[in-house]
């Protein structure tokens, strides 16, 4: 299918022409309270969902574990616990509402930039 500009790519075509519409960037900062951050929201934003997010970790704590959890179709799935050494991520192939972070009670903030490409 060739590229239309009133419906953008769709998740197969942005796949295999390794192509996007449009990327933002956006900060996420977990404090140490054992509380989600939510995170860029795609669903309501002009750039539509994430075809493909990337997480790289900006700053942290080498032994601590982050929680992720990925809401699609407006609903948040099961939690994905990353530990220091996983960064950076790529998570590709679905359509992204929105992501939510956290860390473990009692350690060290951490800070991570999220890359998505719509």
């Known amino acids: 299918m060739a ?26 900062t ?6 989600y951050v939510e995170g860029t929201d795609w669903e309501g934003g002009s750039d539509g969902y994430a075809k493909e997010i ?14 992720l959890s990925l809401k699609i179709a407006g609903t ?16 590709s192939g679905l359509l992204i509402d929105r992501i939510k972070m956290k860390t473990a009670s009692g350690s060290t903030d951490e800070v991570f930039t999220v890359i998505s490409f719509h």
């Not at 977990?30 to 509380?35: A, K």
């Not at 948040?76 to 998570?91: A, K, N, S, V, W």
């Open 30 to 35: 977990c404090t140490s309270d054992d509380t």
């Open 3 to 28: 590229y239309d500009a009133r419906h953008g790519f769709t998740v197969q075509e942005a796949t295999n022409l390794k192509v996007y519409n449009n990327y933002s960037a956006e900060k996420i």
């Open 54 to 67: 990337m997480i790289l970790n900006y700053t942290g704590d080498a032994a601590g574990v982050t929680t």
């Open 76 to 91: 948040y799935g099961d939690e994905i616990e990353l530990e220091f050494q996983d960064y950076p991520i790529t998570i």
